[in-house]
């Protein structure tokens, strides 16, 4: 089985402080995706990557970028967090053509 | 512009009941795939149905159905005798044939009661 595994399930930062979301997938997908799930608004798309160190703004990319070194491995990185990105943020993987996505558990995050 | 639109923000049942969650998509594209996701309380998507854009088949799949009608948009999916373990939040989505990205609806919460 596909698995999406997301380092933290709860997380709490505080206000100005840089955060890293971790996300490993283990089944060799290509693309790889960041979303944010907030009630009333569903998913919304932050940062995905196709390869390697290649990255695509979603549509709510602002105070967020993305590094990806390796192909498992997709990180998320608040760089002076606030408390308009407390959130759900889910992490998920698929192949090239993503006929389907796999996702991970989910990190929620409190920024206080 | 791309949209899918869940209107029903929440839906109680008692169990056994039969329940439809709608979708209904906007695309001015012809080649699209549809999507149906669950999100159980313990947080991941799990991922149900994808359907093309060029079969409107509807599918059954044990207690599931899903019933694509072009003409109108909509991505309906239906619940039969539903269960307490069918509780969750259900999503549908859009994706674009040649593009990677994924287009959810606001999702639809579903509590079924004993």
């Known amino acids: 089985d596909v698995k999406v595994t997301q380092s933290s399930r709860y997380l709490v930062k505080r206000t100005g402080e840089k955060v890293f979301l971790e996300c490993v997938q283990d089944?060799?997908?290509?693309?790889m995706f960041w979303y944010r799930q907030d009630p009333g608004l569903g998913l919304r798309l932050i940062y995905f990557s196709y390869d390697v160190k290649m990255k695509e703004k979603g549509d709510i990319p602002e105070g967020y970028s993305v590094s990806r070194e390796k192909k498992e491995r997709f990180s998320l990185i608040l760089e002076s967090a606030s408390t308009n990105q407390t959130s759900m943020y889910l992490c998920?993987?698929?192949?090239?053509?993503?006929?389907?996505?796999?996702f991970g558990s989910g990190t929620q995050l409190s920024v206080l | 512009a791309q949209k899918v639109t869940q209107a029903q923000t929440e839906i109680s049942v008692v169990e056994k009941e039969d329940v439809t969650l709608d979708c209904v998509y906007e695309?001015?594209?012809?080649?699209?795939?549809l999507f149906w996701y669950k999100q159980p309380p313990s947080g991941e998507l799990v991922f149900l149905i994808r359907?093309?854009?060029?079969?409107?088949q509807n599918e059954i799949s044990g207690r599931y159905s899903w019933n694509f009608q072009k003409s109108t948009s909509s991505f309906n999916f239906t619940i039969t005798a539903s269960q307490v373990v069918d509780s969750a939040v259900y999503f549908c989505a859009l994706r674009l044939y040649n593009f990677n990205k994924f287009y959810f609806g606001s999702g639809t919460k579903l509590n079924v009661k004993p």
């Open positions: 695309t001015r594209d012809t080649t699209y795939y």
């Open positions: 998920a993987s698929g192949l090239e053509h993503s006929e389907k996505l796999f």
């Open positions: 359907r093309n854009s060029f079969d409107e």
């Open positions: 089944m060799d997908h290509e693309n």
